[in-house]
C-alpha cells in the first residue's frame, strides 16, 4: 500500500513572494515618513524663530534695546551656535546674549544642520534693530516669495542680492531688513 504523506510548509518561491512584497511596503512607507520628518523640522524651525522672536520683544519692553549679539560678536556679523567659515558670519554657543534663562530657557538649535559650517540659527542685533535666522537649513518648506513670513528680506536689495533666499527663514525688526 502507498502511504500519502502530506507535507506542510510554503516553498521557497511563495516565501521570496511574500519576501519582496514587504520589502516594496517598507521602501514606500520609509520615503512617505522621511518627507513628514523634514516637513516637522521645518515646521520646529519656524516655531522656534517665533519664540526666539517673541522673547527678543520681551526684552527690548523691559531693556529698550535688543540684546547684543553673543560672544562680543561685532555689530556687522552674524553670531551663531554652528561653525562659522564665511565672512560675516561667526561662531558663539550664547548667540543672543542675556535672553537666557529670563526670556527663554534655552536659546535652540537646528535639529539637523548645526554641526554644518554656516548653517544653523543666527543672530545679529545694532541694539535698536535686529535680524535672526536660521540660514540654509530649509528642507521641504521653502520660501518662494518676498511677502511670505519668514522670508529673509522683504524685497530685492542689500545684502539679499536678487534672488528670493529659500531655504533660509528670517524674522527680524525694522532697519534689518536687508542685513
Known amino acids: 500500500m502507498f502511504s500519502h504523506q502530506l507535507k506542510k510548509g510554503f516553498t521557497l518561491i511563495e516565501l521570496m513572494v511574500v519576501i519582496a512584497i514587504i520589502a516594496l511596503l517598507s521602501a514606500a512607507l520609509f520615503v512617505n515618513f522621511n518627507d513628514a520628518r523634514m516637513l516637522s523640522r521645518d515646521k520646529a524651525r519656524m516655531t522656534s524663530l517665533k519664540e526666539l522672536q517673541l522673547s527678543l ?43 537666557v534663562p529670563d ?36 528642507e521641504t518648506s521653502v520660501i518662494t516669495s518676498y511677502g511670505d513670513e519668514f522670508a529673509r528680506c522683504p524685497a530685492v536689495g542689500g545684502n539679499c542680492g536678487a534672488t528670493v533666499p529659500g531655504t533660509t527663514y528670517a524674522v527680524y525688526s525694522s532697519g534689518a531688513e536687508d542685513w
Not at 538649535?109 to 540654509?136: C, H, Q, V, W
Request: hydrophobic content about 30%; glycine content about 10%.
Open 57 to 99: 520683544e520681551l526684552y527690548k519692553a523691559q531693556y529698550g534695546n535688543y540684546p547684543a549679539s553673543g560672544c562680543s560678536v561685532s555689530t556687522s556679523n552674524f553670531a551663531g551656535p554652528g561653525s562659522a567659515s564665511a565672512s560675516g558670519f561667526s561662531e558663539c554657543t550664547i548667540y543672543i546674549a542675556g535672553l
Open 103 to 138: 526670556f527663554i530657557s534655552v536659546l535652540p538649535t537646528d535639529p539637523r544642520f548645526e554641526a554644518t559650517a554656516n548653517r544653523g540659527f543666527y543672530y545679529r542685533s545694532d541694539g535698536t534693530s535686529y535680524k535672526l535666522m536660521i540660514y540654509d537649513t530649509v
